[in-house]
């Protein structure tokens, strides 16, 4: 077993730009409300392309859509979103992060993985029934077209990994059949990843 560092590779999260950030003119931000640790948008048009684009959340049969805290608030640092919460009142991204934060435990560095994998222009999902923190697809495919290309956990550089932990994420890579990254968070929100496989002698 071998861990490799992965960087700027071409093979592997190549490039920090954005198609997001690279939109032709600004979109309106989508109207949503948080309940019970959980976000639904408005029935909109520009809420179903935040799915239908990018695939966000989760698309409900009444054509809201449901996303995750660290989703949501990665749309409100991009200005794609606006919360409010049961009294109509506006959530700012300080106010969700600490709901997260409250909610998820390591919410900040699980949140620093999303961002940075969503800023290379790369669509990230939650990965819990792998596993796994979340799962990523190649760049221009969409959960349902293919099978997500890696599996990965987001890590502190200050924590620590038993073997016995580390040898488990393998196995949840190797029996799914992706390619397993851990992402190293340090303390100032930069991201470095390895990438670990199986090689047999």
């Known amino acids: ?10 093979e592997i999260l190549p490039h920090k730009e954005t198609k997001e950030e690279k939109s032709k003119e600004p979109k309106e931000p989508v109207k949503a409300f948080f309940s019970k640790e959980r976000v639904l948008t408005e029935s909109s048009d ?3 392309e935040l799915y239908n684009q990018s695939r966000y959340g989760t698309l409900l049969d009444d054509g809201r859509i449901q996303l995750s805290l660290i989703e949501a608030t990665y749309l409100i640092e991009k200005k794609r979103l606006i919360v409010y919460d049961s009294k109509d009142k506006q959530i700012d991204f300080d106010a969700l992060f600490k709901k997260g934060q409250k909610s ?3 919410f900040w560095v699980k949140y620093s993985v999303f961002k940075d994998i969503r800023n290379r222009g790369y669509i990230i999902k939650t990965a819990l029934k792998f596993g796994a ?3 990523i697809y ?3 495919i969409k959960p349902g077209e293919d099978h997500a290309r890696w599996v990965v956990f987001p890590v502190h550089e200050g924590s620590s990994l038993t073997w016995y932990e580390f040898a488990a994420k393998n196995r949840v890579a190797h029996s799914t059949k992706k390619r397993l990254l851990l992402g190293i968070v340090d303390s100032e929100n930069d991201v470095t990843y390895y990438e670990c496989r199986w090689l047999r002698p």
């Open 46 to 48: 520009n809420a179903r």
């Open 1 to 10: 077993m071998t861990a490799k560092k992965k960087e700027e590779s071409e």
């Open 104 to 106: 998820e435990t390591n």
């Open 138 to 140: 190649d760049r221009g």
């Open 133 to 135: 923190d979340f799962r």
